[in-house]
Each structure stands twice: as structure tokens, then as C-alpha cells.
């Protein structure tokens, strides 16, 4: 079992829907977990972080998180052409300062 | 400001040669990270530094692959006697502090990495 899965995609949506994105993840004992957007061609960036399970929004994101059933999602509301990107879930391993990501899901938001 | 650096930002070399990939990371940063990154997969963690001192290594995939940062500012990755599966994308982020809880990893623009 990998230690960090996503579905790979692509995930099309229409523009002003919700985009829903998961993760599970296999090591019980992590605690940070991360949403990275990456654009074709261009490096990570951090979107979203969480801790704490339940939901925590900024904008038009929101992270979920549910450790006892080991998976994390991200919702986007209201997608815009411009979220058209892969999605990395990325998950701190053993309480190091240490991350995995997942292989990344593809969304595209449909004009 | 200025963001991670990296450099070269393309590199084709011959298998069997040695290939020195730097890193600039943002000025002030404690912490530093290497990345390996295939197409369409996430970045593979490889070894990551606080300051000078490497503090963990064990992506590092065999003993061709070693990273220093000796003023624990500019990090170089070597990968000696190059071989074909070594070609990918490498990545670089840096920290402020390291705790992952309040930072933030910030990415250089990588060195695409073609081994012929």
C-alpha cells in the first residue's frame, strides 16, 4: 500500500461547481497534512494546510480532514478555469520533518 | 523578493558522468529540501537540511547521490556515474524554521535532468 493515494484523474468539472479531491493516507501516526496546487510546468505551491480533524476554510477551499478513517479531501467551491491543475495531497511521515505526496489528482474546470 | 533558485535549469549529460545540481534557497530559510519528481507523480523526498547538518538522507535512492550544505545556505545534490533512471525532474524548497506546522515550503523552479 502506497503511502500516500490519490486518484489520478483528471477530474472535470463545470466552471462554478464544487471540485471534491481525496486523499488517504497510511501511517496512523501522522499529524500535518497538506494541499499543494501545481500548474503543467511549474513548481508546487502550498494551498492548504490542517492538523485538527473537521474542516478548515480559507476562501473557496476547504480541508477536511478524518484521521480515524485515515483520508483527507479538498473542496474547491465555485471552480474557475484557473484552478485547472494537478492537486497534491501531502502528508508528514512519522512525526519527522519529513512529507510524502501522493501522485496527484488532474482537475479541469470545464468554461 | 527573491524566491529558491536553482541551477542549471536544464541539464543533459552522458551516462557514466557526475552532474553537481545547486540550490539557493530563500535568504534566512533554516531548512532545506531535495525532491526527485517523475512526470505525473509527486515529489519524491530525497534528504533535507536544517542549517548545515543533514538530518535525514534516507530518500536518497543508492551511494551515487549525496547532497551537502556546508555554510547551510547554497545546497548542491551530486549524483556521480549518472545512469538513465536518474533523469527527472529535482527539486529544491526551503523553510524559515523548519516545523512544518507553521511553514511553509517554498519551491525553486527545478532542473530537468536528462541522462543519455
Known amino acids: 500500500q502506497k503511502e500516500v493515494e490519490q486518484n489520478s484523474g483528471p477530474l472535470s468539472v463545470p466552471e462554478g461547481a464544487i471540485a471534491s479531491l481525496n486523499c488517504t493516507y497510511s501511517?496512523?501516526?501522522?499529524?500535518?497534512f497538506f494541499w499543494y496546487r501545481q500548474y503543467s510546468g511549474k513548481s508546487p505551491e502550498l494551498i492548504m494546510s490542517?492538523?485538527?480533524?473537521g474542516d478548515k476554510e480559507d476562501g473557496r477551499f476547504t480541508a477536511q480532514l478524518n484521521k480515524a478513517s485515515q483520508y483527507v479531501s479538498l473542496l474547491i467551491r465555485d471552480s474557475q478555469p484557473s484552478d485547472s491543475a494537478t492537486y497534491l495531497c501531502?502528508?508528514?511521515?512519522?512525526?519527522?520533518?519529513?512529507?510524502?505526496f501522493g501522485t496527484g489528482t488532474k482537475l479541469q474546470v470545464i468554461p | 523578493g527573491a524566491g529558491v533558485s536553482q541551477s542549471p535549469r536544464y541539464k543533459v549529460t552522458k551516462r557514466g558522468q557526475d552532474v553537481a545540481l545547486r540550490c539557493d534557497p530563500i535568504?534566512?530559510?533554516?531548512?532545506l529540501y531535495w525532491y526527485r519528481q517523475a512526470l505525473g507523480q509527486g515529489p519524491e523526498f530525497l534528504t533535507y537540511f536544517n542549517y548545515e547538518a543533514q538530518q535525514d538522507k534516507s530518500g536518497l535512492p543508492n551511494d551515487r547521490f549525496s547532497a551537502e550544505r556546508p555554510e547551510g545556505s547554497i545546497s548542491t545534490l551530486t549524483i556521480q556515474r549518472t545512469e538513465q533512471r536518474d533523469s527527472a525532474m529535482y527539486r529544491c524548497?526551503?523553510?524559515?524554521?523548519?516545523?512544518?506546522?507553521?511553514?511553509?515550503?517554498?519551491f525553486g523552479p527545478g532542473t530537468r535532468l536528462t541522462v543519455l
Open positions: 501511517d496512523r501516526v501522522s499529524q500535518s
Open positions: 535568504s534566512g530559510h533554516v531548512s
Open positions: 501531502a502528508v508528514e511521515v512519522g512525526g519527522y520533518q519529513k512529507v510524502t
Open positions: 490542517i492538523y485538527s480533524n
Open positions: 524548497a526551503s523553510s524559515e524554521e523548519g516545523h512544518l506546522r507553521t511553514d511553509t515550503q517554498y
